[in-house]
């Protein structure tokens, strides 16, 4: 069975996704791997109170796409128009 992680939006949605997957990003990768009790850390849960719903399901999508295409899988990642400057700062604070 994989290890999974809980990302958490403003909403309140939840989103399984693989620990890899959510280890694409650094600002993720230490909340869940830094020593010294963080909750995120042992509970495997992060909780995002400025990114929407819709930008952290497409953050999943890429984390995703990412592993894909590191694996040599060269296909297209869309984003659509509306999401670019919102998914550029979520991205930016994520560290992806």
């Given at each position: 069975?994989r290890?999974?992680?809980?990302?958490?939006?403003?909403?309140?949605?939840?989103?399984?996704?693989?620990?890899?997957?959510?280890?694409v990003?650094?600002?993720?990768?230490?909340?869940?791997?830094?020593?010294?009790?963080?909750s995120?850390s042992?509970?495997?849960?992060?909780?995002?109170?400025d990114?929407?719903?819709t930008?952290?399901?497409?953050?999943?999508?890429?984390?995703y796409?990412?592993?894909?295409y590191?694996?040599?899988?060269?296909?297209?990642?869309?984003i659509?128009p509306?999401?670019?400057?919102?998914?550029?700062?979520?991205?930016?604070?994520?560290?992806?």
């Open positions: 069975m290890e999974t992680v809980k990302l958490i939006s403003m909403e309140g949605f939840e989103f399984v996704i693989d620990r890899e997957a959510a280890m990003s650094q600002t993720i990768r230490s909340m869940l791997t830094s020593p010294g009790g963080f995120e042992k509970e495997g849960v992060v909780t995002f109170p990114i929407s719903t930008i952290l399901e497409k953050i999943c999508q890429y984390f796409w990412s592993i894909q590191s694996r040599g899988k060269e296909t297209e990642f869309h659509e509306e999401l670019t400057l919102e998914l550029m700062m979520a991205a930016n604070y994520l560290h992806t």
